[in-house]
């Protein structure tokens, strides 16, 4: 699980690293062709964590339910994000894996049911949970490096 949890922190350390540069305007625009912007797809990230490890698994979320619904999946940013939203989004993409890595370790995670995500992969318990986490977060990794280029 530490190996799983690594390959998640590396690259969340290098964009935020990567993105360190870019002003809070640059990171809430939404380039034409696309329907979200820099800030969302970070935050998604920890909304999706929370999502497919705790929701799933019938535990209560370690985020707050406005951050959590903000970001969830089929959501769009609805307005500008401040200096203080991306703060914590930063602050989560690190906090949230070193909860996920402890509760883990705890065995909270005992009755994570099946469920079949919208890419066709067969989730069925909290190891499968996080070794999906990784090919999502390219995804949306993959959409903040295409975006940084357009602002």
């Known amino acids: 699980m530490e190996k799983q949890i690594d390959i998640m922190r590396q690259p969340r350390l290098k964009i935020i690293e990567t993105l360190s540069t870019f002003t809070i305007e640059q990171l809430n625009t939404i380039p034409a062709g696309f329907s979200n912007n820099i800030i969302w797809n970070l935050g998604h990230m920890v909304a999706a964590q929370q999502g497919v490890c705790y929701k799933r698994a019938g ?5 707050d339910e406005p951050f959590f619904n903000t970001y969830k999946p089929e959501s769009k940013p609805e307005r500008f994000y401040a200096e203080e939203d991306l703060e914590k989004i930063k602050g989560l993409l690190l906090t949230s894996l070193h909860q996920l890595e402890r509760d883990y370790k705890n ?11 919208r890419y066709g992969v067969e989730i069925a318990s909290i190891d499968d949970a996080v070794a999906f986490l990784p090919f999502h977060e390219g995804l949306h990794i993959g959409y903040i490096m295409a975006i940084r280029k357009l602002v």
Not at 59 to 63: D, F, K, T, Y
Not at 107 to 117: E, K, L, V
């Open 59 to 63: 535990l209560p979320l370690w985020i």
């Open 107 to 117: 065995g909270i995670f005992t009755n994570y049911p099946a469920w079949i995500t």
